[in-house]
């Protein structure tokens, strides 16, 4: 394969500029010509497409963002827009696409591989971590750590006043990011859409916490089952407590990406167009206990993810 493309697509994710990075300078590697597309699907629909060259990709490996910008576009969802987008990957003459971005994307990627051939490698860009065949996506350490240095600075502050914070984080459907930023912040509650929840035992848990010394309660609650607004005005209802509801919000989406994902970027990035140089399309990369992994893309995007019930015993056990 001689001239390979790439696109952020999706939510965008710290790390997807260092994979950008990997990507770029790999096929670069491999004597290939690298095209990056603008603006996801919608930038191949309308043709919006760069090349890149060794220093196109310079100083973006510590940026949050994507250099590529990104965008979701239902018009890759018909006929009409593939169509565009293969007939742009074929004026360029684009043999192989590189996609980096959650289920979405990946599902826009099975489609030019099912429909039309186009050899495709997805990359797992998102910070929800809601991928069931990868343990960890791109962006989703950099996004706890976010959470956790918002929750550690909120922790000051409630200890001080004795209050409650209910603290709303992202992740969509999935309570990953809740279950590993409560877990790591020390948060007495999660509640994630994987795990119904019962007001009145989370009250009954402040309580005994409160009569065994603590001075403060962290809550931290996944978008996917309620607002931390709506959220701290039922809590409020049960407990005299004073209980104060922060979100997040978009600031989990952005930073400097931290170690561990710039390491999944670069191996994530250079895995992706080892098989591209190999005539190997088709494939998702990704994390397995440790290993980069690879698997086939329709049976990847149709993996049911499992939440993880063991650690979220563990948090009962040692957060009281
Ligand atoms: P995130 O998890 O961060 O939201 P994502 O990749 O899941 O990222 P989506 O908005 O679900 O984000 O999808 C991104 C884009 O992928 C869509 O806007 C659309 O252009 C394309 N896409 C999604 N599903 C399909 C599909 N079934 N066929 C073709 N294209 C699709």
């Not at 990056?36 to 497409?49: M, P, Q, T």
């Not at 600075?153 to 603290?167: A, F, G, Q």
């Not at 089952?225 to 039922?234: I, L, N, P, S, Y």
């Amino acid at each position: 394969m001689k001239k390979i493309g790439l696109l952020t697509s999706g939510g965008d994710a710290p790390g997807m500029n260092a994979a950008i990075r990997a990507v770029v300078r790999s096929g670069l590697y491999f004597g290939m010509e690298v095209y990056g597309i603008e603006r996801g699907y919608a930038g191949l629909i309308e043709d919006n497409v760069v090349s890149m060259e060794m220093r196109s990709v310079s100083n973006i490996v510590q940026f949050g963002g994507t250099k590529l910008r990104t965008a979701r576009c239902m018009e890759m969802l018909t006929k009409e827009g593939k169509d565009k987008a293969v007939a742009t990957l074929e004026k360029h003459g684009i043999e192989g696409l590189v996609v980096i971005g959650g289920d979405g994307s990946f599902r826009g990627a099975r489609a030019l591989t099912e429909e039309y051939g186009v050899p495709t490698i997805g990359i797992p860009g998102t910070i929800d971590n809601d991928l069931a065949y990868t343990d960890y996506t791109l962006g989703f350490d950099t996004a706890v750590n976010t959470c956790l240095d918002i929750i550690n600075k909120l922790r000051d502050t409630m200890t001080s006043h004795e209050r409650v914070s209910v603290v709303e984080v992202m992740g969509r459907h999935c309570g990953d990011i809740a279950l590993y930023s409560g877990i790591a912040s020390g948060a007495e509650i999660i509640v994630v859409p994987e795990i119904k929840f019962d007001m009145e035992e989370i009250v009954a848990k402040i309580n005994s916490s409160r009569a065994n010394g603590k001075h403060s309660n962290i809550i931290v609650v996944a978008e996917g089952v309620m607002g931390a607004d709506e959220f701290g005005k039922k809590l409020q209802e049960l407990t005299p407590y004073s209980v104060r509801p922060t979100c997040i919000g978009h600031v989990q989406r952005g930073g400097s990406p931290t170690m561990a994902d710039r390491m999944l970027a670069a191996q994530f990035g250079n895995k992706a167009v080892r098989l591209l140089n190999e005539g190997i399309g088709n494939r998702v990369v990704g994390i397995r206990d440790n290993k980069i992994i690879e698997m086939d893309i329709i049976e990847a995007v149709s993996m049911k993810k499992e939440f993880n019930y063991e650690l979220y015993e563990t948090l009962q056990m040692i957060s009281m």
